[in-house]
């Protein structure tokens, strides 16, 4: 079983930034893909980037693309964020997901096996 315990959210005004991290824990060895995904109130969840465990390959959502960084660190076990630009239709809560086999399409939630808890990023304008 994988564990995992998203951090750094918070409030920040337009044009800020945050970085968010994903602390995994547990059978990580069995790890393969990781993405972020967050989930505004009212709406759908949202693929927002994943990355390859093994080879590092990104991918990025269309909102995303050119201000939000996706990284890991496979020493700590930990998933990163780097949010820069920040607009306040980037509020939401954002979940940290990973999955226990290789995936075709990074950018569905359905196929990721674990998800964290959740963090609240405010986005004020």
């Known amino acids: 079983q994988v564990s995992l315990v998203e951090s750094g959210g918070g409030l920040v005004q337009a044009g800020g930034s945050l970085r968010l991290s994903c602390a995994a824990s547990g059978r990580t060895n069995i790890m393969h893909d990781m993405g972020w995904f967050r989930q505004a109130p009212g709406k759908e969840r949202e693929f927002v980037a994943a990355?390859?465990?093994?080879?590092?390959?990104?991918y990025y959502g269309d909102s995303v693309k050119g201000r939000f960084t996706i990284s890991r660190d496979h020493a700590k076990g930990t998933l990163y964020l780097r949010m820069n630009s920040l607009k306040p239709d980037d509020t939401a809560v954002y979940y940290c997901?990973?999955?226990?086999?290789?995936?075709?399409?990074?950018?569905?939630?359905?196929?990721?096996?674990?998800w964290g808890q959740g963090t609240q990023v405010t986005v004020s304008s």
């Open positions: 997901a990973a999955t226990k086999s290789p995936i075709l399409v990074v950018t569905k939630s359905t196929p990721y096996d674990y």
């Open positions: 990355i390859r465990w093994i080879g590092g390959d990104t």
